[in-house]
C-alpha cells in the first residue's frame, strides 16, 4: 500500500479516483487546489503524485516543478492523469526523472499497472527505477470514451 496525493482541478474526477486508489488499496489523500500540494505533501509523505496536467492556478509542470524542488520529494514519482495528449506533456516535461502518463478517462487496470511502475505493491519488492534518460512508458487507454458508464472500471465523469 502506498500513500498516493491526488489533485485534479475538478472535484467529481478527484473523488472517483480516491475512490479507485482505495479499492486498490492504497491510501488517497486529496488536495483541493494546487497550493495545498506541497504542505499536504509534507504532512503525508506520498510515495507518488497523481496529477492533471491541464490546471487553473499552475499547469501539471508548475506544480511538479514546485515538488521536484522540495528535497525530501525530488525523486517521487508522478502521475499525470490528463486529456492532454502524452507528446504535449512530454515535451513540457522533457528529462524529467519519475514522470508517468495515463489519459483519461482513467480504465483501473491501467490505472493499477501504471501506479505499480512506480510503487511497490503491499509486500512486493520496490518497482524498478527506469534510467535516467529513458522516456516514461505511458499506460494509455485507446478506447472510446465510457460517456455512459456502461463499462466497468473505467472513471469518467458522468
Known sequence: MATILVYDADVRFRENLKDALI??????????????????????????FILDFKLPEADGFEILKRIRAASAFAATPVLFASVTPWLEIEMTVMNAQAVGYIEKPLDLRRLKDAIDGFVAPAGAAPAASAPPDAAPS?????GEADLDGARDGVIDLD
Open 23 to 48: 479499492s486498490l488499496g492504497h491510501e488517497a489523500v486529496v488536495s483541493p487546489d494546487g497550493y495545498s500540494v506541497l504542505p499536504l505533501a509534507e504532512a503525508h509523505r506520498p510515495g507518488l
Open 138 to 142: 505511458p499506460a494509455v487507454f485507446n
